[in-house]
């Protein structure tokens, strides 16, 4: 029988530009001793912010382009300059999302833009879920601070918070692994009920 096994890697800390991401990697699989065939997998938010590529939307100023991308979307006309500056083409704008080359040469939802943290209603994540497991499908939910908080509540079939991202949920500091396992325990409790 072939076996998936899911395990995460702890006591990484909060990463942010100029971060060393190879290093903390590799301390954090210390304790796992990786074998041949597992696989590793990061999410783009931690690399954006190990190589310091994240953006605040007050600094953006849209273009004309932008602005009509931004009506036609109903999202934040600055959040649409920032795909357009990350794509080549634009090849569809649907029910909020657009579909565009990135400059590498991807494809993909936003030309990869994470928008998590970018003025998106706090109850987003919640209700894509919810969206989700009424057309029977089944939700992973990596997110932190309000969206997950919000996420949590609809009942995902996983949940993925780091550290520092279920301490801020949690609302206190995690600095042991017995604390984190505890909270971790008291957010899966709080589902229940």
């Known amino acids: 029988m072939n076996t998936i096994s899911l395990i995460p890697l702890s006591g990484i800390p909060a990463v942010s530009a100029g971060s060393d991401l190879t290093a903390v990697l590799l301390t954090a699989l210390e304790d796992i001793a990786p074998r041949e065939g597992d696989l590793l997998v990061l999410t783009h938010k931690v690399l954006s912010k190990a190589n310091g590529l994240t953006i605040a939307l007050s600094d953006v100023r849209p273009s004309a382009q ?4 931004s009506r036609a979307t109903g999202k934040d006309p600055r959040l649409m300059e920032v795909i357009l500056e990350n794509c080549n083409t634009v090849y569809a704008c649907d029910r909020g999302i657009l579909i565009a080359e990135r400059r590498d040469g991807w494809v993909c939802c936003n030309a990869g833009v994470d928008a ?7 109850t987003l ?5 919810l969206a989700c497991r009424a057309a029977g499908a089944a ?3 990596d997110a932190e601070g309000e969206l997950l908080r919000q996420g949590v509540t609809a009942g995902p079939a996983l949940i993925k918070p780091n550290q520092a991202e279920l301490s801020g949920v ?18 899966l409790k709080s589902l229940e009920g």
């Open 116 to 122: 998590s943290n970018a003025g998106a209603p706090d």
């Open 170 to 187: 949690m609302g206190r500091p995690l600095t042991t692994e017995d604390e984190t396992i505890r909270a971790a325990q008291e957010l």
């Open 139 to 141: 939700v992973y939910l």
């Open 66 to 69: 932008a602005e009509a991308l």
């Open 125 to 129: 994540y919640r209700d894509w879920i």
